[in-house]
Nanobody
């Protein structure tokens, strides 16, 4: 049974930092792309960042480039999202997701597995 378990969310002031973690289990994810998405109240779930598990190639939404960093620890089967210089508009539930190589990594419909989400709230 595939599981993606996020942690690390919380309340932080604008300008602060948080690091989200996603522990993956239940199968081998070597060929997968791991992504982070977020969903704010009343808005659609949107792409934040992604990383190729084996290649380490990274991809970012324009809104987070230069502030967020996605990384992975193969030995720990964990993907991280380091979030710096947080803004109030970053407030959302953040989801970890995994997809097979086919399909656009920017589209949520292409992802096969999802975590339960972790809340990030940035106060201004």
């Amino acid at each position: 049974q595939v599981q993606l378990v996020e942690s690390g969310g919380g309340l932080v002031q604008a300008g602060g930092s948080l690091r989200l973690s996603c522990v993956a289990s239940g199968r081998t994810f070597t060929s997968y792309v791991m992504g982070w998405f977020r969903q704010a109240p009343g808005k659609e779930r949107e792409f934040v960042a992604a990383i190729g598990w084996s290649t380490g190639n990274t991809y970012y939404a324009d809104s987070v480039k230069g502030r967020f960093t996605i990384s992975r620890d193969n030995a720990e089967s964990t993907v991280y999202l380091q979030m710096n210089s947080l803004k109030s508009e970053d407030t959302a539930v953040y989801y970890c997701a995994a997809k097979k190589p086919a399909g656009s990594l920017y589209r949520r419909e292409a992802y096969d597995y999802w975590g339960q989400g972790t809340q990030v709230t940035v106060s201004s």
